[in-house]
């Protein structure tokens, strides 16, 4: 393989930290998003280094490449060493201000950034992808590709699956529908599972517009960045929590209480709520929402469309497609997407050189995450947890490996002796 | 970035319009849809800007383009069975009638619908209310409508006229080359107004056909400077004759636009080389225009099947041979 350039479809966390990791391994490398914006489900999120995702930023900050978009988060932070039923040490970015942010990474790397372009086919070299084919009919030739392409929607999974399209910001009716290029290539793809036969999983939580709350609540959230309001007892929601895909939330306080995270819009840690009821308890009388719009009604379908892929992020039978973020496990995240994608662009690029791929140590914490993600995607029940360092199972595990820290000395020793120091920063 | 390539990516003309969720979904055959299709993902959508499952889910019901009288309002004919017929069309019709590839069905009154054919329009009167027709007395069929010449049944407005139409309405500051022949001169209208409202510079090439009749010329005076009246591959007194290929090689442009038999675009096909795009009048037979009856059928490179009068495709889609074959995309 001696090309040059790789081509990662995508805009989400996952394919800015690949396009960011192929960039400045040396790659000539072009990002291609159906919307007008970059970040996917990030420009809704907000909520990082809570628990085991702190370590691993941290790792991925001292393995450089894609990491260093944990500076671009820490920078536009509204609050930071945050603690919520279950998680301590967040850090809540600003969902308005973080975009524009990562774009001008990107560009300074040199990335060619190409917004509202979907990919909907591509065209094939017995088993490698030669080109990809967008939504107008043009051909965009490549040499490696990554698919970044998430899990969300596209409506019709939203309408099977789920209840219905309820406008969220991935936006499918005015940009088309998520089309996986893994899927695409002919690769059967993996379903996630929230019960038997209940494919895909509905996302976990939903933002109210700021200026629809009380005063009161509004103040609270602007002091410590979190709100706690209990329910009365007619309107807890134990149901709905095994619907989540974010199982570090599914604890009772969020059934018994309505938790609310401040990250420019109001962060609501449930998959929706009726607004009429919702409108019923103090605080909340004019409250509407503000991503999903419909999110009295329902929220976002994902994980209906997992790549099969190795360790090395290789998706199966396709020796010139890697995958990142969503696309590449049951990982519930933007630090899951961004620590993936990390490697997943440096792999690519390193496979345009004729390098080795790199395996990431399971010492690490990200590498954990790498293991984990993969060997769950071979059993049902693999399928049916969800990979997150901020919670769960594999919170659990990076505890009892002794991985989970917040002790920087660990992590630059960590980080040292895996031989993983500014690995991603270099050209190869 | 310059353009590498082009792939047409097949979606159907209907959807979203009033005509979708059609019967086709009900059959597990839509055209836009994979999980109508049976599928298990969304990947192959034809997005259309909306989701069929969802309205299909919703129950949401289509109607079919019913049949309305249309009365004659006038009539001129040529010995040479040439027809130019005006009839009254409903004016919301108007601006569907007036975009590029746009057709009406028409059959005799009180007749069957296997009387029907497929016509394009060739202008639409200010008032919107009035259609023209031009068309040679061929078959039965179009026998048949000649000798009813006071009210026809008209359905419509049907949209799948041209094949690659979405490259005609994309062309922006573009040079364009268009062959005609015959009646499909009927379709240079429209597409001439676009090409014109796109900033475009056409060169035509016009071959009047069997009965010499050039009478796009008088209806459209202002592109006199840009069309030639030859003989494509022939040799008739009084007309300049010209290969198709010969013509297509010493233009640059790189819109290729033909209007005539089947015959016609097979020359065109062959002459072009793939870096240039195509764009040909659609001959299938079409008798519901609908979709089920499978006349318009259409077999693809790679066996699919495709409803000719619902799907839009690129001339190669129907005209697989020689430089357009081989390619193996995922679509
Ligand atoms: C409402 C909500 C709130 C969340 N909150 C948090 C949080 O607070 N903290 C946290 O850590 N995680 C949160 N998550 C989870 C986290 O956002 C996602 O897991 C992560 O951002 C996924 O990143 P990704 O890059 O894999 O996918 P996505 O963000 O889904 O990105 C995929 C991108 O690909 C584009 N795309 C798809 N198909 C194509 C195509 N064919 N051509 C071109 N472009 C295409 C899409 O438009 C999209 O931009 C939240 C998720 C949701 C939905
Ligand atoms: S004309 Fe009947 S199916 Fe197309």
Redesign the interface.
């Known amino acids: 393989m001696t090309g040059r350039t790789v081509i990662i479809v995508g805009g989400g966390w996952a394919g800015c930290a690949a396009a960011l990791s192929a960039a400045m391994a040396g790659a000539e490398t072009r990002l291609f998003e159906k919307t007008d914006m970059l970040l996917g489900a990030g420009l809704v999120g907000g909520i990082m280094r809570n628990n085991g995702r702190y370590t691993a930023a941290e790792e991925a900050l001292r393995m450089g490449g894609g990491g260093e978009l944990f500076q671009a988060t820490d920078e536009v932070a509204r609050h930071v060493d945050v603690k919520f039923p279950g998680h301590s040490h967040a850090s809540l970015y600003d969902v308005a201000k973080v975009e524009p942010l990562v774009r001008e990474h990107l560009t300074d790397a040199g990335v060619?950034i190409q917004t509202m372009r979907r990919i909907?086919?591509?065209?094939?070299n017995e088993d490698s992808l030669s080109?990809l084919?967008d939504?107008?009919?043009?051909?965009?030739?490549g040499d490696v590709f990554v698919d970044a392409t998430g899990t969300s929607g596209?409506?019709?999974?939203c309408?099977?699956h789920g209840n219905?399209?309820v406008m969220c910001i991935q936006r499918?009716?005015a940009f088309?529908?998520?089309?996986?290029i893994t899927?695409?290539?002919?690769v059967r793809?993996l379903m996630a599972t929230k019960g038997p036969d209940l494919p895909g999983a509905m996302s976990g939580s939903g933002k109210l517009n700021r200026e629809s709350l009380s005063p009161g609540l509004i103040r609270t959230l602007d002091e410590s960045g979190v709100a706690i309001v209990p329910l009365p007892e007619e309107l807890t929601q134990l149901e709905k929590l095994a619907s989540k895909p974010c199982q570090q939330y599914a604890l009772p306080e969020y059934a018994d209480n309505i938790v609310l995270l401040d990250t420019g819009h109001v962060k609501l840690m449930t998959s929706y709520f009726p607004l009429d009821q919702l409108r019923t308890i103090e605080g909340f009388e004019n409250a509407r929402f503000e991503d999903p719009y419909a999110g009295g009604k329902g929220n976002s379908i994902r994980f209906?469309?997992i790549a099969p892929r190795n360790h090395v992020l290789q998706v199966n039978g396709r020796p010139n497609l890697f995958c990142a973020g969503e696309k590449a496990g049951v990982y519930v995240g933007h630090t899951e997407a961004i620590v993936t994608g990390m490697l997943a662009g440096h792999n690519a690029a390193r496979y345009l050189r004729n390098r080795e791929l790199l395996e990431m140590s399971t010492d690490t914490a990200i590498g954990e995450l790498l293991a984990r993600g993969c060997e769950a995607l071979l059993t049902p029940e693999g399928l049916a947890e969800s990979q997150t360092l901020a919670g769960s199972v594999l919170f659990e595990r990076l505890r009892k490996k002794n991985l989970y820290t917040t002790d920087s000395s660990v992590i630059d020793e960590r980080i040292e002796r895996t031989g993983l120091w500014r690995k991603f920063s270099r050209p190869l | 970035m310059p353009r590498e390539k082009e792939i047409y990516d097949t979606r159907c003309h209907d959807t979203g319009s009033e005509s979708c969720p059609c019967f086709l979904a009900d059959a597990g055959q839509c055209i836009a849809c994979p999980v109508l299709r049976g599928e298990q993902d969304c990947d192959a959508c034809a997005w259309g800007g909306v989701c069929v499952y969802d309205s299909y889910s919703r129950g949401d019901q289509a109607h079919t383009r019913r049949y309305i009288r249309a009365p004659i309002k006038s009539e001129k004919s040529t010995a040479a069975g040439l027809h130019c017929v005006t009839v009254h069309t409903p004016r919301h019709w108007s601006a569907e009638l007036r975009q590029p590839g746009s057709f009406l069905m028409v059959k005799p009154p009180g007749s069957e619908e296997t009387w029907a054919c497929p016509m394009a329009v060739f202008s639409v009167a200010s008032s919107g209310e009035l259609s023209t027709i031009v068309y040679r007395e061929r078959g039965p069929k179009t026998q048949q409508l000649a000798r009813h010449l006071k009210t026809w049944e008209v359905a419509g407005p049907y949209r799948s006229g041209l094949l690659g139409v979405r490259r005609l309405n994309r062309a922006v500051d573009c040079d364009a080359l268009i062959l005609t022949s015959g009646t499909g001169q009927s379709l240079l209208p429209n597409i001439l107004r676009r090409l014109n409202d796109n900033n475009c510079s056409v060169q035509i090439a016009l071959d009047p056909g069997m009965d010499g009749a050039a009478y796009v010329v008088q209806a459209l005076p202002e592109f006199a400077g840009s069309l030639s009246l030859i003989r494509l591959d022939a040799e008739i007194a009084g007309c300049r004759h010209q290969s198709t290929a010969g013509i297509i090689s010493s233009s640059s442009a790189p819109l290729v636009i033909s209007l005539g038999s089947d015959h016609l675009h097979i020359k065109v096909g062959a002459a072009l080389q793939r870096d240039r795009l195509w764009v040909a009048s659609n001959n299938r037979i079409m008798v519901c225009a609908a979709g089920w009856c499978g006349a318009c059928t259409v077999i693809r490179r790679d066996g699919s099947e495709l409803r000719g009068c619902r799907a839009d495709i690129a001339p190669e889609d129907v005209f697989w041979s020689g430089d357009w074959k081989g390619e193996r995309d995922s679509r």
């Not at chain 1, 596209?154 to 999974?157: D, I, T």
Request: proline share 5%; with cysteine; net charge negative.
């Open positions: 060619d909907v086919g591509l065209t094939m080109a084919v939504e107008d009919g043009d051909v965009i030739l596209p409506m019709g999974a309408v099977r219905g399209c499918c009716p088309g529908g998520r089309v996986s899927g695409r290539s002919g793809e209906t469309a």
